[in-house]
């Protein structure tokens, strides 16, 4: 990889000419859906990866508490994961993935990592250990509850798969908008 690195920094810390770069990579990367009308959430921090001054990759992590099971669970909503299209294939988003999901792990605040994706990316995260929840899973968009239908996904990170048994067996509420 000619010299590709892998940042991390609060949303917050998106300097104008990297939020130029991101909204070009998103632009390029995801395309337009009847979801762009959902209200999202912001994020918390992205993972950019980069080539010289120019982002190739981006995993956005959204913070969230939420109760599961009677209990309350530290969330790392993980959205927007893309690769730029022609450096598909190679790679470069199971690599920042991976960062990611050390990074989280090595932070020890999050129980676990939360995505939402399509029917046709199951098998791709599935082989990086993402499992499906049954739900029913709900999120609120503009003071409406509305019940998610596309695969949502876990990855335990400081809590055991033991532990996190709720998710797999019952109503989630994301107790505000999607990631």
Do not use: C, Q
Request: zero cysteines; aromatic letters at 8%.
């Amino acid at each position: 990889m000619p010299n590709d690195t892998i940042i991390h920094l609060p949303a917050d810390d998106l300097t104008p000419a990297l939020r130029a770069e991101l909204d070009r990579l998103f632009a390029a990367t995801f395309r337009v859906s009847t979801l762009d009308d959902r209200f999202w959430a912001p994020a918390t921090y992205h993972f950019l990866l980069m080539r010289g001054e120019t982002i190739i990759g981006h995993v956005g992590v959204y913070r969230r508490d939420i109760a599961v099971g009677g209990r309350s669970w530290a969330v790392a909503g993980i959205a927007k994961v893309g690769v730029a299209g022609e450096l598909r294939g190679h790679g470069l988003g199971t690599r920042l993935l991976a960062f990611a999901d050390d990074t989280l792990r090595a932070g020890g605040r999050d129980d676990l990592g939360l995505l939402v994706t399509s029917e046709n990316r199951l098998g791709y995260y599935g082989r990086l250990s993402w499992e499906r929840i049954p739900g029913p899973v709900s999120y609120e968009d503009r003071g409406e509850t509305k019940v998610e239908t596309s695969p949502i996904l876990l990855l335990p990170l400081r809590a055991s798969k033991t532990d996190l048994a709720p998710w797999y067996t019952g109503p989630v509420d994301l107790a505000g908008p999607l990631w």
